[in-house]
């Protein structure tokens, strides 16, 4: 056990699932320091919270920059974040000939929560597929308001998984797992794209082809990628004006990665059939928003990994990298940066 003055400083930005916690609690070595919410912590506090510490477990809700790293001074030596996805540390998106600019050369070390999620987002991500193409939520809708008067063979038709033709937009850890559970609905052709081919797609029987080919040809578009400077706005006016007038447009990666007035356009005029969203730009999307408005856009609230067991694990692997963080010792899941 440590004494008081050898207590490491820790700032943790949200109350997180008690599994985590009661690791960082059990270490003896974190004098921890709690926005004690379920809402994001102001900026002014957190600014004030990551003051001298030396772990910062931060969500994806926080924006890591340099003046969060500038708040925390020198003492800083791990951000471990309860999140696969890793754009709101900004610095890690700034490369200069290939070096990492700000959380590197500082010796920051950072944590992640790959694999742990990657069941739960697959499943979220089939299930809002299913609900947009067979136009569940505008069902369930017609039966709460009296729209259902009897059986009408035009009613209320969608679009099947049968035969057709998907398409993923970065087969990583969680576009496999998708195109693993899509498969056996009977899928014909499974196409991706992305940097580069992957070995892993044989299992799915995966046909590697240029963004391009997947567009025009997919019936159901279902973008998995991570956001980056190249995936930024990637699906936009151009991307939308390629889709057949009867695909379906699935986003669970991150809202950015999408031009939301033009999917609105699309949607509106008819140029594709529907979207599903489980990410959005802003989150939460303002109740006034356009899309809103639509019948053939279903939104969800950032819910991919929200299983109660799943966020106890994520919670968990986020304290265990952020002690290994502390100690200098390997964590379970580090960032390469
Ligand atoms: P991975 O790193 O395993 O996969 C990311 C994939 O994105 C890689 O296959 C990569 O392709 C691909 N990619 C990168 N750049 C491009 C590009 N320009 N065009 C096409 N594909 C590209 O991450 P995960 O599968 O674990 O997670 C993916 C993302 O999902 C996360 O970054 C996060 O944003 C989001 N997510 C959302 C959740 C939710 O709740 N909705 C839950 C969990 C994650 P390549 O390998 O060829 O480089
Ligand atoms: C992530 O982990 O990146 C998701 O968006 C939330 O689980």
Not at 198 to 214: I, R, S
Not at 264 to 275: C, K, M, N, P, T
């Amino acid at each position: 056990m440590m004494s008081a003055q050898q207590m490491l400083k820790v700032f943790v930005t949200r109350r997180i699932p008690q599994e985590g916690m009661k690791i960082l609690k059990k270490a003896g070595m974190c004098n921890l320091s709690v926005w004690d919410s379920d809402e994001p912590v102001p900026r002014a506090e957190l600014l004030k919270g990551v003051a001298d510490a030396h772990g910062l477990l931060c969500l994806l809700s926080d924006k890591i920059d340099a003046e969060v790293l500038n708040a925390a001074g020198p003492n800083l030596k791990v951000i471990s974040t309860l999140s696969v996805g890793f754009d709101h540390l900004e610095g890690r998106l700034y490369n200069l000939n290939g070096c990492t600019i700000f959380l590197h050369p500082r010796g920051i070390r950072v944590g992640y929560t790959p694999d742990v999620l990657t069941d739960a987002t697959a499943e979220l991500t089939v299930a809002l597929l299913l609900a947009t193409a067979r136009r569940l939520p505008e069902g369930v809708e017609e039966v709460k308001n009296g729209g259902w008067s009897t059986w009408k063979p035009l009613w209320l038709c969608g679009y099947g998984l049968s035969g057709s033709t998907v398409g993923v937009i970065g087969l990583g850890r969680i576009g496999l797992a998708i195109a693993r559970r899509l498969k056996p609905f009977g899928v014909k052709r499974l196409l991706y794209t992305g940097r580069q081919p992957k070995p892993q797609a044989q299992e799915v029987d995966g046909e590697y082809v240029p963004l391009d080919t997947l567009v025009r040809e997919s019936d159901f578009v279902v973008v998995s990628c991570s956001l980056a400077p190249d995936t930024q706005s990637l699906c936009d006016k151009t991307f939308f004006s390629k889709m057949k007038k009867t695909s379906i447009f699935i986003n669970t990666s991150r809202g950015a990665v999408v031009n939301q007035e033009d999917l609105f356009e699309a949607l509106s005029s008819g140029q594709i059939a529907a979207a599903g969203l489980d990410v959005t730009t802003p989150e939460p999307l303002p109740t006034s928003h356009p899309l809103l408005t639509l019948k053939n856009c279903v939104v969800l609230p950032h819910i991919g990994s929200a299983t109660y067991s799943t966020r106890g694990v994520m919670s968990a692997l986020t304290a265990n990298n952020l002690l290994a963080g502390l100690t200098g010792s390997e964590m379970p899941s580090e960032l390469k940066l």
